[in-house]
């Protein structure tokens, strides 16, 4: 077989999944605000069912959801019956997924849950199924066809639920006001999370900041720049950061020749640096310093008073990229 016709066949899952996926956009309508509504004012958890390829999606769905500030458990329809009930609350909403809406596992299970009062969200491709009536709110994931060869394989369908459930999440956490810092305070231990929490005062340094006045020489520069990694700021009797001089700077200047022991700082400085603010991102400040191509970054107080320095090994010692 030739590989253009491989290729072909992968971009044609891509098309008809896409296409399918536009498809339940357009039909997307007010029973989607109703199951945000439903679950936003809940109490209590999202409860989220199904079966095989469907079961699969409800467990990304309730990872999704928990970690997006809605609190979700999957509940696999078998083992409901079998004392997993128990999870289960009356104040819950549960989320069941199913693409024919006919599967005599999920419906046995829908019937407990209403017996316990809780609210229902179908996610199914048949919205006339026993499931979809039978349920508080039913969202429309039918697709016209599998992107499978013989229309068998759940492709297309497990697509379409998974990004419904998706688009519930999402929008939910903008209904709570789901914020950032609201994300790093569940996600602590990952990479995602220390870019959320670690600021630039954790990493800076603050004793022995290397600053010189404006009236120093290029000798105290050098031998600043040579004792205190790379970098001299220079600031003014308040504080102030006026300027910074850096290794880069000091190579320039010996390679032009001359005696430049004696050349005052001020002559010569960089003026108006790029500079840190106290309570940045320490992610938001790496991304700038190695976009701009340096290696430090004086870092100032609100009153624009200098406070420390921090470099980018340390930024990327403490993983915020």
Do not use: W
Not at 257 to 273: A, S, Y
Not at 286 to 299: H, L
Not at 315 to 321: I, N, S, Y
């Amino acid at each position: 077989m030739e590989s253009h016709d491989i290729v072909d066949r992968g971009k044609r899952v891509f098309r008809l999944e896409a296409e399918a996926l536009s498809a339940i956009e357009a039909r997307l309508g007010e029973e989607f605000a109703r199951a945000v509504t439903l679950i936003a004012r809940s109490p209590g958890r999202v409860i989220v069912c199904g079966v095989g390829k469907s079961g699969l999606i409800g467990r990304k769905i309730a990872a999704t959801l928990t970690s997006t500030g809605t609190p979700a458990s999957f509940l696999h329809p078998v083992d409901s019956v079998h004392g997993d009930l128990g999870i289960v609350g009356r104040d819950d909403v549960a989320i069941l997924i199913s693409k024919s809406g006919e599967s005599d596992e999920l419906l046995a299970l829908l019937a407990h849950l209403k017996g316990f009062g809780v609210r229902t969200i179908a996610i199914t491709g048949d919205v006339k199924s026993a499931l979809a009536r039978n349920s508080d709110v039913s969202l429309d994931a039918a697709v016209r066809e599998e992107a499978c060869p013989h229309d068998l394989a759940p492709t297309t369908s497990t697509t379409a639920a998974l990004v419904l459930g998706d688009a519930l999440a999402v929008a939910l956490l903008q209904e709570k006001g789901f914020q950032r810092e609201d994300f790093a305070r569940i996600h602590p231990g990952g990479a995602l999370g220390r870019q959320l929490v670690v600021r630039v005062d954790d990493i800076m340094l603050r004793q022995d900041v290397p600053v010189l006045s404006g009236t120093a020489t290029m000798r105290e520069a050098i031998v600043m720049i040579a004792r205190r990694r790379g970098i001299a700021i220079i600031v003014d009797d308040h504080q102030r950061v006026e300027g910074v001089l850096s290794a880069g700077d000091l190579s320039k200047m010996i390679e032009r020749g001359g005696d430049i022991l004696p050349i005052p700082v001020r002559t010569v400085m960089t003026r108006n640096p790029k500079i840190a603010h106290s309570g940045e991102l320490g992610s938001a400040v790496a991304y700038r310093m190695e976009e701009i191509g340096i290696v430090a970054m004086p870092v100032v107080d609100d009153d624009e008073t200098l406070v420390g320095v921090v470099h980018l090994h340390d930024l990327l010692r403490a993983r915020v990229l």
